[in-house]
């Protein structure tokens, strides 16, 4: 029997786990510090480095759905639209952080400016569907859009925090002969998801480990090769009783686990002291709440200009909403921001930054309701395939 049946449906198709540990943590962390931060330290490790993979593998498990043929990020040209717009969305904030500091004579905080990379999956699918519904177009290019972003600031962080070339050839070679594995147990058909998360997915996160990449991402790279069916009725949604290929079964398992481990990760993550702030603090809200939604549209309207492919219904009021809601960092932020800086006041100056980021969910929102897309865009008829709402 599912677990499903024994755990109400907004729990864990709402997401509502991860702000539930946030809160938790936010309490905790002004209430009684010191044995918060025991704690978090504790499990920093198994839920950072290990639960989070999980979560990236399910989100990943979405984005294969959609480029499919028959999906909204079919065909390839259509998928690299929301890659480059990812692009955009770290440009134009890295910018703006790095001019606001400026002005506000901040330069201890500069070395943080590759927080602005870092997007919160979670909150963002959340405030997605609750905007656009899980099956809009727009859900999945925002997803697809923050796995690409935190990729390049885990990528970034890599460089930023020096690792022996001994590690990073052996890292490297791991994580290509993952990869391969996994395409080699992909054209077999092999049927069990065990098969890729304990062989070309152990791969893959210790080759990223090593190479100093934060592992999360581990099972990125495997997920597309597991056999799959060619559509799937959405994320955190239960499949039919008759749906039993292997990508299937990976979700079928993992999602409910999922809501969990996005619990500990706000938990471990989220506990951020509200005392002796500066002006360093808004730093990173300024500058993703006004440049990732301008460099998501330029970027995006430029890939489409150099012969990528629009996704279907997704014009410039989508992707304004889209790229206010790729601004809520939270979590991820707190994550890039301790890992790039020291226990002080710096840190806490990020972290409160990273917490105000919270406020593009409601900015989306309005913003939302304002241009009429989305559920707000209910009430009319959906433009015909292959146009673009403008």
Same mark, same amino acid.
Request: aromatic share 10%; with cysteine; net charge positive.
């Given at each position: 029997?599912?677990?499903?049946?024994?755990?109400?449906?907004?729990?864990?198709?709402?997401?509502?786990?991860?702000?539930?540990?946030?809160?938790?943590?936010?309490?905790?962390?002004?209430?009684?510090?010191?044995?918060?931060?025991?704690?978090?330290?504790?499990?920093?490790?198994?839920?950072?480095?290990?639960?989070?993979?999980?979560?990236?593998?399910?989100?990943?498990?979405?984005?294969?759905?959609?480029?499919?043929?028959?999906?909204?990020?079919?065909?390839?040209?259509?998928?690299?639209?929301?890659?480059?717009?990812?692009?955009?969305?770290?440009?134009?904030?890295?910018?703006?952080?790095?001019?606001?500091?400026?002005?506000?004579?901040?330069?201890?905080?500069?070395?943080?400016?590759?927080?602005?990379?870092?997007?919160?999956?979670?909150?963002?699918?959340?405030?997605?569907?609750?905007?656009?519904?899980?099956?809009?177009?727009?859900?999945?290019?925002?997803?697809?859009?923050?796995?690409?972003?935190?990729?390049?600031?885990?990528?970034?962080? !890599? @460089? +930023? $925090?020096?690792?022996?070339?001994?590690? &990073?050839?052996?890292?490297?070679? #791991?994580?290509?002969? =993952?990869?391969?594995?996994?395409?080699?147990?992909?054209?077999?058909?092999?049927?069990?998801?065990?098969?890729?998360?304990?062989?070309?997915?152990?791969?893959?996160?210790?080759?990223?480990?090593?190479?100093?990449?934060?592992?999360?991402?581990?099972?990125?790279?495997?997920?597309?090769?597991?056999?799959?069916?060619?559509?799937?009725?959405?994320?955190?949604?239960?499949?039919?009783?008759?749906?039993?290929?292997?990508?299937?079964?990976?979700?079928?398992?993992?999602?409910?686990?999922?809501?969990?481990?996005?619990?500990?990760?706000?938990?471990?993550?989220?506990?951020?002291?509200?005392?002796?702030?500066?002006?360093?603090?808004?730093?990173?809200?300024? !500058? @993703? +709440? $006004?440049?990732?939604?301008?460099?998501? &549209?330029?970027?995006?309207?430029? #890939?489409?200009?150099? =012969?990528?492919?629009?996704?279907?219904?997704?014009?410039?009021?989508?992707?304004?909403?889209?790229?206010?809601?790729?601004?809520?960092?939270?979590?991820?932020?707190?994550?890039?921001?301790?890992?790039?800086?020291?226990?002080?006041?710096?840190?806490?100056?990020?972290?409160?930054?990273?917490?105000?980021?919270?406020?593009?969910?409601?900015?989306?929102?309005?913003?939302?309701?304002?241009?009429?897309?989305?559920?707000?865009?209910?009430?009319?008829?959906?433009?015909?395939?292959?146009?673009?709402?403008?």
């Amino acid at each position: 029997m599912s677990i499903r049946r024994h755990i109400p449906w907004f729990v864990l198709d709402s997401m509502l786990m991860l702000p539930l540990g946030c809160l938790v943590a936010l309490t905790w962390a002004n209430v009684e510090p010191l044995s918060y931060y025991r704690a978090s330290h504790a499990l920093a490790f198994w839920v950072n480095d290990v639960g989070l993979v999980f979560f990236f593998g399910v989100m990943t498990r979405n984005v294969v759905d959609e480029t499919l043929p028959g999906g909204t990020l079919h065909p390839w040209r259509r998928a690299a639209v929301p890659a480059v717009a990812a692009l955009g969305g770290i440009l134009v904030p890295v910018a703006l952080y790095v001019s606001f500091l400026s002005v506000v004579a901040e330069p201890m905080l500069m070395s943080a400016w590759v927080t602005t990379c870092a997007v919160d999956v979670a909150a963002g699918y959340l405030a997605g569907t609750l905007i656009f519904g899980r099956r809009h177009p727009a859900t999945a290019f925002l997803v697809l859009l923050s796995i690409v972003s935190n990729a390049i600031g885990l990528t970034i962080l !890599a @460089v +930023l $925090i020096p690792t022996s070339l001994l590690h &990073v050839a052996v890292g490297l070679t #791991a994580l290509v002969a =993952g990869i391969a594995l996994a395409g080699w147990f992909g054209r077999r058909h092999a049927p069990s998801p065990w098969l890729y998360l304990a062989g070309p997915g152990v791969l893959c996160w210790a080759g990223l480990y090593l190479a100093g990449v934060h592992p999360a991402l581990a099972l990125v790279p495997v997920v597309p090769f597991m056999p799959h069916s060619r559509r799937d009725p959405g994320l955190f949604e239960e499949p039919t009783a008759t749906a039993h290929n292997t990508l299937e079964r990976f979700e079928r398992f993992w999602a409910p686990p999922v809501q969990f481990i996005l619990f500990l990760f706000g938990l471990v993550n989220g506990g951020v002291p509200l005392h002796g702030l500066e002006a360093g603090l808004w730093g990173l809200p300024i !500058a @993703v +709440l $006004i440049g990732r939604p301008i460099g998501v &549209v330029l970027f995006a309207s430029l #890939a489409v200009r150099i =012969g990528l492919h629009r996704t279907s219904h997704v014009g410039v009021r989508e992707l304004i909403v889209i790229g206010l809601t790729a601004a809520m960092g939270f979590t991820m932020a707190l994550f890039f921001a301790a890992a790039i800086l020291g226990i002080g006041p710096l840190l806490q100056q990020m972290e409160s930054g990273g917490l105000l980021t919270v406020t593009a969910g409601l900015v989306a929102w309005v913003a939302a309701r304002s241009l009429k897309v989305g559920r707000f865009h209910a009430h009319r008829s959906p433009p015909p395939e292959g146009e673009v709402s403008s």
